[in-house]
Nanobody
């Protein structure tokens, strides 16, 4: 069993930066690939970024590529999402989750979701 807790969200002006953290409990963190998703009001949950257990492999949605960076510190059981050049369309609740399935970009491949952290970007 893994429990996840996101933090670091907030209100930011367009062009600014935020770093989200996802702290995990449980022994399986270091062997688990992790992902970040987001959900805006009235929209489906969408893939943002993912990282392999070692951190050697990363994936990004086209909408955030070159602006967001996913990383992890297995010694701290934490995965991060550095968000730069924020845009109003990045406004959403951001969730981290443990990848248990085969597909990197669909929510159904992930379990053990956190409670989410709100990111609001003003224009």
């Amino acid at each position: 069993q893994v429990q996840l807790a996101e933090s670091g969200g907030g209100l930011m002006q367009a062009g600014g930066s935020l770093r989200l953290s996802c702290a995990a409990s449980g022994r399986t963190f270091s062997i688990s690939s992790m992902g970040w998703f987001r959900q805006a009001p009235g929209k489906e949950r969408e893939f943002v970024a993912a990282i392999s257990s070692s951190g050697a492999i990363t994936y990004y949605a086209d909408s955030v590529k070159d602006r967001f960076t996913i990383s992890r510190d297995n010694a701290k059981n934490t995965v991060y999402l550095q968000m730069n050049s924020l845009k109003p369309e990045d406004t959403a609740v951001y969730y981290c989750a443990v990848k248990t399935g085969t597909n990197w970009v669909v929510p159904s491949s992930y379990d053990y979701w956190g409670q989410g952290t709100q990111v609001t970007v003003s224009s």
